[in-house]
Structure formats: C-alpha cells, structure tokens
C-alpha cells in the first residue's frame, strides 16, 4: 500500500489551506509576453528581492497550482534562507485573469519573466519547478535563453507525458484529478469571460480526464495535431541528454500522482549515460509523496543549496 505516498501528497496541502505559512515579504510583478495568437499577454507573480543580492531563482508552480501553493510558498521561504532573490511566477491564466491557457512545454512565459526588467540587475538565475512546473523548467533547459542562466531544479516533474496522463486519469487517482481539474477548469472559465476560450465552456465543464483537457483545452489552443502529438513532441524526458544547464531532477518512490513507473526509464537512461559528468544529479525521494515529504523543510534547502552550488 502507498498509505505513506497518499499522506504525504495531502497533508501538506490540507494544512496550508488550514493554517497557511506566510511567504517572505514580496512585491506584486508583471510583465508582459508575446504570444503569436493573441498578441500580448499580461504575466503576474510575486517578486522579493533579496538585499544586496546578486542571484534570483524563478519558481514555477504545477498543472492548476499558483503561486500560493504550499510548495510555492516553502520554496520561496527556502530562497530566502539561502540568500536568493525569488520569483514566483503564475503561468498564463494562473492568476484567473483570463488571459489564456499554459501547457506542460511552454517555455515562453519563463523566458519573459527571466528577460523582464525587475530581473535585469541580477548576475545569476536558477529556475525551480514544481510538478508541471518542474517539465516546462527542464523544457527550458534544452535551449536556456539567458545566459545569466545558471542551473535548474526539478521536482516531481512528469517526464513521460503520455504516461503521466494515462496515470492520473486511472480510477485509483480519481481524488487527486478532481483536484487539479477543478483549478483548470476555474482558469479556463475566466479565459471564456473573455472570449478567448478555444472549446465551448460546457464542453470543458463535463471534461473528467485529463487526457480531455488536453483534448479539448490544450490541442485547439496551441495547434497540435492530436493529444498524442502533443505529449509526444512535448515530453521532456526523452531529451534530457540534452540538457544545456546543470539540473537536479528529483522523482519520489511513492508519488501517488506522477508514479515513479513513469519517470524511472528515462531517469535510468541518464544514469546509464553519465549523468553526473554532465551536471545532471538524480535524487530519488524515499517515503515522499507529491511535492511533500517528512522533511520537507531539509529537502527543500537542499534543492536551494545545490543550485546556489552551481
């Protein structure tokens, strides 16, 4: 049984809603990105600048996370111990302001937050991702568009897409696809407000798979050719050989969201090719659940001291 996983998963979650730890003291931000479609694009997030600092890490939240999520939250806390600026950065239509929809590979939104003028004086930046976060994060990696650029952090990053999917959308996992498919279709009714919805809104209201989502939300939006195209062209982990900038992938034993079945072979293929000499490290994460873990606090230091390492 994966009672372990399961706990791990909820109760972090249950008790930020319960009594929520306050982030480090931050300012709003915003910036805007172009988007082919839609022309520009209004960015938001949370921006603390650490005093006479020079290095600044962008944190970037999961599939209908923000940038209140627990995980947001600690790491944000965990840059702040180490003397690191941060950013926690709302993927488009994250903040419910119904500009438009994100996916498991758009990089664009990273790339404009790190280019942004608030972030201009920084000499070094590092990315951390969370879940979804954590694949656009690695996404980004292939092909670093700063080069102040220095290292990435992924964690609990779907590496398989087509996987993941069929994971979450299994009956067993029902509880956790709820969850996030309540937050996606919130974010996707704002989008319809403002008449930029690219399916009817009943349609994605009656959506209970994720594999629908990307059917019906994601495909139309970004133009790919099925959902199997676009997990196909969109998955990170049969590219990370590729990898332009140190990272630290870190997978959990008993995610009860994104299985370790679906992250271990390409995880195991970087291993078998030299990982370590190509500043790749992978941590698995025993008795972890999603994003949460017994020592929470250590782990998330940990991931904040490697990269201030790099």
């Not at 988007?35 to 600092?53: S, V």
């Not at 976060?133 to 220095?150: F, I, N």
Request: aromatic share 6%; hydrophobic share 45%; net charge positive.
């Amino acid at each position: 049984m994966n009672f372990g996983g399961h706990f791990w998963t909820i109760a972090p979650n249950l008790r930020h809603r319960l009594l929520p730890a306050p982030a480090p003291t931050s300012t709003p931000w915003s910036t805007t990105v172009d988007d082919p479609r839609l022309g520009p694009i209004t960015l938001r997030g949370a921006l603390r600048h650490q005093p006479e600092g020079a290095s600044l890490v962008l944190l970037v939240h999961g599939l209908g996370g923000t940038i209140e999520s627990h995980y947001m939250i600690r790491a944000a806390r965990a840059a702040a111990k180490r003397g690191l600026g941060s950013l926690r950065l709302a993927l488009r239509g994250a903040d419910r302001s119904g500009e438009d929809l994100y996916h498991a590979g758009l990089t664009a939104d990273l790339a404009a937050a790190l280019a942004s003028p608030a972030l201009a004086h920084y000499r070094r930046l590092y990315v951390a991702g969370f879940s979804l976060g954590g694949h656009v994060t690695l996404r980004l990696a292939l092909a670093p568009p700063d080069r102040r650029l220095r290292a990435v952090a992924s964690l609990c990053a779907p590496l398989d897409l087509a996987a993941s999917c069929a994971a979450i959308d299994r009956p067993q996992a029902r509880l956790y696809r709820r969850h996030v498919l309540t937050s996606l279709q919130e974010i996707y009714a704002h989008v319809a407000q403002r008449g930029r919805a690219p399916a009817p809104l009943a349609q994605l209201a009656a959506i209970t798979t994720i594999r629908e989502w990307d059917r019906y939300a994601v495909v139309p939006r970004f133009g790919f050719a099925s959902v199997d195209d676009y997990h196909a062209e969109m998955s990170a982990g049969p590219r990370l050989g590729e990898l332009a900038l140190p990272a630290l992938i870190a997978a959990a034993e008993r995610d009860p969201m994104i299985p370790a079945a679906t992250v271990r072979p390409a995880l195991s293929a970087l291993v078998g090719a030299g990982a370590q000499k190509r500043g790749l490290e992978i941590r698995w994460l025993a008795g972890a659940g999603h994003l949460g873990a017994p020592a929470a606090e250590r782990l998330y230091d940990d991931v904040f001291a490697w990269l201030a390492a790099r």
